[in-house]
Structure formats: structure tokens, C-alpha cells
T-cell receptor
Framework: GNSVTQMEGPVTLSEEAFLTINCTYT??????LFWYVQYPGEGLQLLLK?????DKGSNKGFEATYRKETTSFHLEKGSVQVSDSAVYFC????????????FGKGTMLLVSP | DTAVSQTPKYLVTQMGNDKSIKCEQN?????MYWYKQDSKKFLKIMFS???????INETVPNRFSPKSPDKAHLNLHINSLELGDSAVYFC?????????????FGPGTRLLVL
């Protein structure tokens, strides 16, 4: 079946540090890949996505590249801010048919001033 | 003008009770979803409806019954609540339910069963 594995948290960084959150997936074909972010007490919102191999999704300084050869979609940001503190979820949706998002377990990011 | 709204935001109830959670979206989307987030933040899809038709029904106890009176609303009724039902329930919607589409989430309903 489909699955998503992402690094355990929490990830604790100082402001302006470089961020990487690893995400790998298992799926047949070419799924669509997503990063969603959940700020404290809120619902999830899309951060970025990529729908085919070698696509790069980007938003708010975050980037992730769809790597088919390594089945990965790692999230990066060059300089984090305190306001980036949140839980980040990697997710996939299989090709074709109706969307069924499979999520990773989430990675909490804590950024201190 | 909230895109996906849920009521109530918090729900505290006793074991054995029956409760409902309501969801409404004003995005004009055809597809709506219910997800359960457990205490470890793990998210799992429960149901999905497209134009009021059930299209995804994951392995969920049949104490949980979704209802979609129209494509802008998807409600979740839970019978005979159990301690293990305590979780955050999120509603979401997407334009047509396609695999590449972004899903838009509501703020969640925090259910605590005592």
C-alpha cells in the first residue's frame, strides 16, 4: 500500500538557521506529493506541492523537489523564522481516481529567537 | 468569509452518547472529506463525498455515519461514543476530488469523550 515516512521531531532551530525535513514515500506510479503545515490550534493548509517527477514546489521561502529515483520530497528553507514554528506534514495522493491523501506522521518545528 | 467551517469547535461528552459535527464549505467544491487526527497528530482519512455521493469509506466503525445533504455540507454523526473516539476531526474540501488538487481544511473539532 501507499505510505509516507518523515523524520521524527521535534526539530529545534535558531532563527535564520537552515531547515531540512526529510520525507520519503512508497507508492506505485507517479503520485502527487504535498507538504501541509499546521499552526498551533489551526487546521492544515497547503504549503507546496509537486505533481510530477523533477517538479519543484515552492512557497514562502520553502522548497521541495519531487525525486522519483529516491522516492523523496524533502522540505527545505534557507532561513527559518520564529513564525515558521508549526507541524509539517508530508503527504501523497495516488495517480488517477479520486484523491486519497496519505499523510506522514508530521514533524514539529520549533524556532527560537 | 471562512472557506471551510466546522461546528462545534470543541465537544466534550460522556461515553455512550451520540453527537454530530457539521461542516460547510463556501468554495463551490464538489468533494468533501473527513479526517481524524489522533493524540500523536497522525491524520487518517475516514470518508469522502463527491456531489453528495460517498466515494471513499475507509475502515471506520459503523458507529460513524457521514451525511451530505448537499455538496456544500458534510456532517458526521457518531453513535455510542467511546473513549478512543477522542481526537480532532477535520473536514476538508477540494474542487473535483482529483489526485493533484489541493485540499482545503477546516479548523477542526476537538472531541473529548469522558
Amino acid at each position: 500500500g501507499n505510505s509516507v515516512t518523515q523524520m521524527e521531531g521535534p526539530v529545534t532551530l535558531s532563527e535564520e538557521a537552515f531547515l531540512t525535513i526529510n520525507c520519503t514515500y512508497t507508492a506505485t506510479g507517479y503520485p502527487s506529493l504535498f507538504w501541509y503545515v499546521q499552526y498551533p490550534g489551526e487546521g492544515l493548509q497547503l504549503l507546496l506541492k509537486a505533481t510530477k517527477a523533477d517538479d519543484k514546489g515552492s512557497n514562502k521561502g520553502f522548497e521541495a523537489t519531487y525525486r522519483k529515483e529516491t522516492t523523496s520530497f524533502h522540505l527545505e528553507k534557507g532561513s527559518v523564522q520564529v513564525s515558521d514554528s508549526a507541524v509539517y506534514f508530508c503527504a501523497l495522493s495516488p495517480t488517477g481516481g479520486y484523491s486519497t491523501l496519505t499523510f506522514g506522521k508530521g514533524t514539529m518545528l520549533l524556532v527560537s529567537p | 468569509d471562512t472557506a471551510v467551517s466546522q461546528t462545534p469547535k470543541y465537544l466534550v461528552t460522556q461515553m455512550g452518547n451520540d453527537k454530530s459535527i457539521k461542516c460547510e464549505q463556501n468554495l463551490g467544491h464538489d468533494t468533501m472529506y473527513w479526517y481524524k487526527q489522533d493524540s500523536k497528530k497522525f491524520l487518517k482519512i475516514m470518508f469522502s463525498y463527491n456531489n453528495k455521493e460517498l466515494i471513499i469509506n475507509e475502515t471506520v466503525p459503523n458507529r460513524f455515519s457521514p451525511k451530505s445533504p448537499d455538496k456544500a455540507h458534510l456532517n458526521l454523526h457518531i453513535n455510542s461514543l467511546e473513549l478512543g473516539d477522542s481526537a480532532v476531526y477535520f473536514c476538508a474540501s477540494s474542487p473535483r476530488g482529483g489526485s493533484q488538487e489541493t485540499q482545503y481544511f477546516g479548523p477542526g473539532t476537538r472531541l473529548l469523550v469522558l
